[in-house]
């Protein structure tokens, strides 16, 4: 049995325009020139578009994935020469996991894609309500960065 979309709880509705509006980002990043790359890989290359330099662990908690699992997404997109894993200035002994070249270029396409995809939100919905839904995913990730 299918919910309609108004009986899905928000989280859902998060989750589901999180996911068919990644699909949309990815396709265009592959029409664009970046056929080496598959849907998963978005994981690490989105966190890393927000911060370079960051541990696994971080990446994979960012990601909500495990940290097998990013670590394998690393190695692939290592091999394709979008990371590279460098030294940690702070800790001898741990790698960050920074772009490369070709993963900032990529990441800056990505980037384009979803300043276009914005205005395509914005033809949907308004200037007006999309600033609102803005500043309400914004509140709600302050409220859950905050511990208390």
């Not at 690393?74 to 200035?89: C, G, H, Q, S, T």
């Not at 914004?138 to 859950?144: F, N, P, Q, T, Y």
């Amino acid at each position: 049995m299918r919910l309609p979309t108004s009986d899905i709880p928000t989280v859902g509705l998060l989750g589901r325009a999180f996911n068919e509006l990644s699909a949309i980002i990815f396709d265009r990043v592959v029409a664009s020139g970046a056929g080496d790359l598959r849907p998963s890989h978005g994981n690490v290359m989105e966190q890393l578009s927000f911060e370079d330099g960051l541990r696994l662990t971080d990446i994979a908690r960012r990601a909500g994935i495990t940290a097998q699992s990013a670590g394998a997404l690393v190695d692939e997109l290592e091999e394709l020469k979008y990371v590279e894993r460098r030294e940690d200035p702070d800790d001898r002994r741990a790698k960050r996991i920074h772009l490369t070249a070709k993963g900032r270029r990529n990441a800056d396409l990505a980037w384009g894609i979803v300043e276009g995809l914005e205005d395509e939100l914005e033809g949907v919905v308004g200037s007006r309500r999309l600033a609102q839904l803005r500043q309400t995913l914004v509140d709600i990730l302050a409220s859950l960065d905050d511990p208390t």
